[in-house]
């Protein structure tokens, strides 16, 4: 069965969602799960440039891929620095100790 | 086929930086991920961007996440997860499923007569000039952030809550007075 | 100039609660200056725009298919209404300077008044059944949390939901109208409902009508909805008097005197509006008789004089309605705030710790029997003259079985009324010692209410040009002030009335003799013969329901992101089905 690299590339953009996903429920450190997002948006940048290539457009889907780099670097920044600040203030890493609602 | 490869390392990686014990090693990995996604843009044509992953997320991202372990210790979290591990794999095992039936049956049309484009330059900077400024914005607003979440003194509180606060730590002051006083009078 | 001052009425008071929220709850003095200003300036829009109403309706912005239109119609109903919500509501803001002295989050109070005020004459003076039933739920969702003001007094929210669940089925019946009005119209105008009734089948007409009976009944707390006014009491008094005064209640009476046109021919429809308006005011006034808290007295009293004004419009006797409505927005936000001084001056609501004041709290006292004299409806006080139309168009429209019944109630509300007054200001001192009499702004408001009880009369044949002008389809003759006072004075109605009234004081006096009727009549009402205890439980209902509901809350990140790939499948399901 020849595979077309656009589907190559979605078989990766649905993997990588899918690690992300798990790695999003599964961790209780805080910076794993700053990991699995960026694990996420690797496979939505590939997604875009995909698409850019099948569809003749490179130079769009890459106009597209350099946002998303930037927003997300910047998410990965918050996301530590807030880690870093819970460490520093709580004490823990840990998802289970930081919710303070009664549910 | 090469491709197909690039995308069962990128897989293999990505996984491998969810499973490790150590924060230290899942970053690393997570680097691994990158460089491999930056190979990757490459060979799909997206030169800028490939260059630009390449140093920002299996650079700048990997140098943060070690700082931050450094700083916050890397203490690896043994137990259990807070959901249970078959829900998890079911629900991603579902997700996987049925995004994959929904968008590998769509037929990819390619243009039937391929219009040149412009130049990259043209693009990123007139057709998408609006992007850049939203990214202009964004990144103006994370070094606010930053800045502000990394602040070591504590904001002084505003109007009514400040004099609360002060009425409780007064009262705190007088109760551990007294206790001292009582301390003292007890070794009398 | 119309649309510039219909629009200020409803903006003012809405650009109002921005400022106050953004000012804070540490500036007090420029809270109070501000809450103030912003009422007063909106009344006096209001009152500005009377004389320029026209029939004509306004079209503000056209928003498409599904929205319609967003027009107004400031006919003489509408800003009569929007002009006795915005003056009252103003008189009410300027005594809560003084009763919410000693409050916090004075802020948010502020705010959801002003915020209220804005919504109500929104919706007396929309055009559009979409939009009123947008302010309608607006003004529904202020009601709920202004009663529960104090929300950490559990009486105090269980009263606030109450009432927004109450009101809620009412808004379900104008929801339901207005959709269907939709459905044959293509649009939501009010007028397009009220110039071609005729072609709507019969059926669907007589749904719109019930639906709206029932949206009306629930909001202005007729039988068998009454039972969340009683409870809304634990409000603080300003907002009891401008919600239960002053403004949301009579959007009841408003949207039935509004469509009456159009469903009077509707098999059924006149008689069940007759007969929620006389089985409330009998029942409320009853319950009014025995009940021990100064406030519940005057909210049963409310229901009771609704009632009145609910039994008008059945008999088609609009104008009469709206001049009821208008002098009892008066005299019974007279009633509310003398009420509330006096609570912040002895610090206790029950009757039976009262007595006496008639001595240290002349003002007060002379207040409350000026709005005494309204509502019992005694010459010289303006309810005395609507009251009076009332029962004429009574007489001369409904059947005689009611016209009878609405007299026993006259007699039950003079009955009660001096009771109420006897035991706060007569007799021996059974409870603490009063405080003050009316503090500074608490008098402004008293004083400019109790002359406006004794002199609105006087506008009543302006007021009944306006309407007669503005309102082409609802049958209204013009007459001059000195017509009307002819007409009631010299009426045979009148003086039966005048009479019933007098024997229920003599009643009064010889009480004493009279304890055998009474002490049956006491556990049925003091449980309100069994009509609140429905609301009660479903309020409980609805707390148990969210705590139990609690669980999902855990708070824990994982959890939460479980939520975002369930929701993803969702959305796969439904796009693959529709491959």
Not at chain 2, 161 to 177: H, I, S
Not at chain 3, 22 to 51: C, E, K, M, Q
Not at chain 3, 104 to 125: D, W
Not at chain 3, 347 to 372: C, E, H
Request: hydrophobic residues 60%; contains cysteine; glycine residues 10%.
């Amino acid at each position: 069965m020849t595979l077309s690299p656009f589907t190559i590339a979605l078989i990766g953009v649905i993997g990588l969602l899918g690690i992300g996903f798990y790695g999003l429920m599964i961790s209780r450190n805080l910076i794993k799960i700053v990991v699995a997002l960026q694990i996420m948006v690797k496979g939505a940048l590939l997604g875009l440039v995909a698409a850019g290539n099948a569809n003749g457009q490179i130079g769009l889907g890459q106009s597209m891929a350099l946002t998303v780099i930037v927003a997300d670097t910047i998410v990965a920044v918050m996301g530590i620095a807030l880690g870093v600040q819970i460490r520093r203030r709580l004490g823990s890493l840990d998802v289970r100790d930081l919710s303070s609602l009664r549910g | 086929m090469l491709t197909l490869l690039l995308v069962a390392i990128l897989l293999i990686f990505a996984i491998q930086a969810i499973r490790a014990r150590a924060l230290i090693t899942s970053a690393l990995w997570l680097a691994g991920v990158s460089a491999l996604s930056s190979v990757l843009f490459y060979s799909y044509g997206a030169h800028l961007v490939a260059v630009i992953e390449l140093s920002v997320g299996a650079g700048l991202v990997t140098v943060l996440f070690v700082f931050a372990i450094n700083i916050a210790g890397d203490d690896a979290i043994q137990a259990q997860s807070v959901p249970p591990w078959t829900l998890v794999t079911a629900l991603v095992a579902l997700f996987v499923l049925l995004l994959g039936w929904f968008v590998l049956g769509v037929p990819v049309v390619a243009p039937v007569s391929p219009v040149a484009e412009a130049p990259l330059s043209v693009i990123l900077w007139q057709a998408r000039g609006l992007d850049l400024m939203v990214q202009v914005v964004l990144i103006f607003s994370g070094v606010l952030g930053l800045l502000g979440l990394l602040a070591e003194a504590e904001a002084p509180l505003k109007g009514s809550m400040a004099a609360e606060v002060a009425a409780r730590r007064d009262r705190e002051m007088q109760t551990l007075d007294s206790q001292i006083l009582q301390i003292e009078d007890v070794r009398k | 100039m119309l649309t510039t001052l219909t629009l200020l009425t409803i903006g003012l008071p809405w650009l109002g609660a921005i400022c106050i929220l953004l000012v804070g709850d540490d500036h007090r003095r420029l809270l109070n200056i501000l809450a103030a200003s912003f009422a007063v300036l909106a009344g006096i829009a209001a009152v500005a725009a009377l004389p320029l109403a026209t029939s004509q309706a306004i079209l503000l912005a056209s928003l498409g298919g599904v929205f319609g239109d967003f027009t107004l119609i400031p006919d003489g109903l509408a800003l009569s209404v929007a002009a006795i919500a915005a003056v009252v509501g103003s008189l009410a803001v300027i005594f809560a300077i003084d009763y919410m002295k000693h409050s916090q989050q004075l802020a948010r109070f502020y705010a959801l008044v002003l915020f209220f005020i804005g919504a109500m004459v929104g919706l007396a003076v929309s055009g559009s059944l979409l939009f009123t039933f947008l302010f309608w739920e607006i003004t529904a969702f202020c009601s709920y949390a202004l009663i529960s003001f104090h929300n950490d007094d559990p009486r105090a929210v269980r009263g606030g939901i109450q009432a927004l669940i109450m009101t809620q089925v009412g808004g379900i019946g104008l929801l339901a109208g207005a959709l269907l009005v939709y459905a044959y119209f293509g649009n939501y105008q009010v007028n397009s409902l009220l110039e071609g009734f005729q072609a709507v089948p019969p059926g669907v007409l007589s749904l719109v009508a019930f639906g709206f009976l029932v949206a009306a009944a629930a909001k202005s707390a007729q039988v068998p909805f009454h039972a969340w006014l009683p409870d809304a009491m634990e409000a603080p008094t300003p907002v009891t008097a401008l919600i239960h005064a002053a403004t949301m209640v009579n959007a009841g009476v408003y949207l039935l005197a509004r469509f009456y046109p159009a469903f009077a021919a509707v098999p059924g429809w006149r008689l069940s509006v007759m007969a929620v308006g006389v089985l409330s005011a009998l029942l409320a006034g009853l319950l009014a008789l025995t009940a021990n808290d100064i406030k519940r007295v005057l909210a049963y009293s409310t229901i009771s004089q609704l009632g009145y004004m609910v039994y008008a419009v059945g008999c088609g006797a609009i104008f009469a309605a709206q001049f009821h409505l208008f002098s009892h927005a008066i005299f019974k936000a007279l009633l509310f705030l003398s009420a509330g001084a006096i609570i912040t001056s002895i610090g206790t609501r029950d009757l039976m710790r009262m007595g006496g004041l008639r001595r240290p709290m002349p003002f007060v006292y002379a207040a409350f029997v000026i709005g005494s004299l309204g509502l019992v409806g005694l010459p010289i006080a303006n309810g005395f003259f609507s009251k009076e139309l009332i029962l004429e168009g009574g007489l001369t429209e409904g059947p005689f079985a009611f016209y009878l019944l609405m007299l026993l109630g006259a007699g039950i509300t003079a009955l009660y009324t001096i009771r109420l007054l006897w035991m706060v200001f007569h007799g021996e001192r059974r409870g603490p010692e009063p405080a003050h009499d009316g503090l500074p702004a608490m008098r402004v408001a008293l004083g400019l209410l109790a002359f406006g009880t004794l002199t609105t009369w006087l506008l009543a044949g302006g007021f009944s040009r306006l309407l007669a002008d503005t309102l082409p389809l609802h049958g209204i003759e013009a007459e001059s002030t000195w017509a009307l006072v002819q007409q009631v004075c010299l009426a045979p109605a009148t003086w039966i009335a005048l009479g019933v009234i007098a024997l229920a004081f003599g009643i009064w006096f010889i009480r004493s003799k009279l304890t055998a009727p009474a002490e049956t009549l006491r556990p049925l009402a003091s449980a309100g013969f069994g009509l609140e205890e429905l609301p009660r439980r479903i309020a409980d209902w609805t707390d148990r329901a969210a705590v139990s509901l609690q669980i999902t809350q855990s708070g824990q990140l994982n959890w939460n992101v479980v939520a975002i790939p369930l929701a993803l499948i969702a959305i796969l399901f439904v796009l693959l089905g529709f491959k």
